[in-house]
């Protein structure tokens, strides 16, 4: 069992950048899948980034290469979003995911999730 605590949210103009933080428990978190994930009001939650146990393979939508930037450190159980060059159309609930690689990029309803982070990007 994983539990998972997304923090780092807010207000920022577009432009600004954010660091998303999620703090898992549990001791499997070094073997675990990273993901963080997004859902813009009244649209599906859709995938955003990705990182493996050891950190050295990374996967990102599309919309976010180049600014957005997973990163983990595993002796503190945790997992960051760094975003940079907002955009007004970035604003969403940002959520955390954790599960083996095949569960968080193809079924991630089967993962472990966090309760998510409002991220709101004014013009």
């Known amino acids: 069992q994983v539990q998972l605590v997304e923090s780092g949210g807010g207000l920022v103009q577009a432009g600004g950048s954010l660091r998303l933080s999620c703090a898992a428990s549990g001791r499997a978190f070094s073997s675990y899948t990273m993901a963080w994930f997004r859902q813009a009001p009244g649209k599906e939650r859709v995938f955003v980034a990705a990182i493996n146990w050891g950190g050295g393979t990374t996967y990102y939508a599309d919309s976010v290469k180049g600014r957005f930037t997973i990163s983990r450190d595993n002796a503190m159980n945790t997992v960051y979003l760094q975003m940079i060059s907002l955009k007004p159309e970035d604003t969403s609930v940002f959520y955390c995911?954790?599960?083996?690689?095949?569960?968080?990029?193809?079924?991630?309803?089967?993962?472990?999730w966090g309760q998510g982070t409002q991220v709101t990007v004014s013009s």
């Open positions: 995911a954790a599960g083996n690689r095949a569960v968080v990029l193809t079924t991630p309803e089967s993962a472990y």
